[in-house]
């Protein structure tokens, strides 16, 4: 006898109702023992604008130095260096090494910057050119190392000596990629690259793909996950690292954001997140997957553009022109990251704009 579909799933209703109990019974027992972190909370001020002379050019990144000194992004030289009085020059021998900023023929694009494990070396990503940039911070040699066929992002280099960097568009240029902003299309994608010290080994090898525009991105203190920015989803994405075979696994949603942006790791191993449409910076609780907002510049015109990009996306409707100074008031432009000093008693504030912002304890 052929048994129709509608009545198994009548037979199996009941045999649930009978011996499973109802979801809501279920649900009135579960009790939570996680008990979450607490992190500390940073409001803007005027005083934390830093450095005063407003000397920055896309200081879109950051790191420190173990003598205090700042590192970050600068479009003309690459990197730029502050002191703690906010004194500031070129850093690096970016020219040497083909650095080439000349707009509008040649606009270049210093985005993240990640210090290796030995403290010593940093690595810069051109989100324009594709290239990835190796500088000594004792001498200064810089040597660009990969020349990608799109422009890079975001990038973090484990222990083993592979990078990882993240690629939000098929981009060669601005034009590209903020259009990939504008009308979001899924050609965002995690690449690794194999290597030691400046030897790696091309092409990158895609590990994943049909992101959103891919973002920041950080890997956790035990290099078991990497988490990726999903910024035109609202989402932050997190793979199962394979160490023998360099492959993302278990892709999930670690956590919904708003537009996030750069990923950093505090001294606790919790993930804390930029988000630029929302002037805020959020942590996450490694063990409850809680969110707290740990950083709050949000104001009357943030609101209102943040409220129309909400509608926006969801209508598939153009954004790029809500990306005015009205947008990031009263940030001295748009929020993009955050990273400490290297005793972590100094709380660094990246963006845009031509400073940045600086919480001392």
């Known amino acids: 006898m052929r048994i129709r579909p509608a009545f198994c799933f009548y ?12 979801l809501a019974q279920t649900a009135s027992y579960v009790k939570t023992t996680c008990r979450s972190a607490e992190f ?34 600068d479009e003309a030289f690459g990197l730029r260096v502050i002191d703690s009085r906010g ?11 083909g650095w080439v900023h000349e707009p509008p023929r040649v606009v270049a694009g210093p985005n993240g910057i990640s210090m290796e494990r030995d403290g010593r070396h940093l690595l810069l990503a051109d989100v324009y050119s594709g290239k990835i940039y190796r500088v000594d911070t004792r001498t200064e040699e810089t040597r660009m190392i ?33 259009t990939a902003v504008n009308r979001p299309i899924d050609s965002g994608a995690v690449f690794f690259l194999r290597g030691m010290g400046d030897q790696v080994t091309a092409p990158a090898v895609e590990a994943a793909r049909n992101i959103y525009f891919a973002n920041g991105i950080a890997i956790d203190k035990d290099e078991n996950y990497l988490y990726v920015s999903e910024t035109m989803m ?41 988000s630029p449409i929302s002037n805020r910076i959020f942590a996450v609780d490694k063990a409850c997957r809680s969110l707290h907002i740990v950083f709050d510049a949000s104001s009357d015109s943030n609101a209102k553009i943040q409220h129309e990009w909400t509608v926006r996306s969801r209508l598939g409707k153009p954004l790029l ?12 432009g748009v929020l993009t990251g955050m990273f400490w000093s290297q005793d972590r008693k100094t709380f660094y504030i990246t963006g845009l704009g031509d400073a940045i912002l600086r919480f001392d304890q």
């Open 87 to 97: 004194g500031s020059g070129p850093f690096g021998k970016f020219k040497s090494a």
């Open 11 to 22: 037979i199996t209703s009941i045999i649930c109702l009978v011996f499973i109990p109802s």
């Open 146 to 178: 990969y020349d990608h066929p799109f422009g890079i992002n975001s990038l973090v280099r484990d222990s083993k000596g592979t990078i990882w960097f993240t690629q939000s568009a098929r981009n060669l240029g601005p034009d590209e990629m903020w």
């Open 40 to 73: 500390p909370r940073y409001t803007f001020s005027v005083s934390n604008v830093f450095p005063k002379d407003g000397s920055l050019r896309h200081p879109e990144d950051g790191k420190a130095l173990a003598d205090g000194r700042i590192i970050v992004g």
């Open 321 to 332: 022109e809500l990306l005015g100074p009205e947008l990031s008031k009263p940030l001295p």
């Open 234 to 274: 609202d989402r932050v994405l997190r793979f199962k690292v394979n160490p023998g075979t360099h492959t993302l696994e278990e892709r999930e949603i670690y956590q919904i954001v708003i537009t996030p942006d750069n990923l950093a790791f505090d001294q606790n191993d919790n993930l804390w997140i930029a």
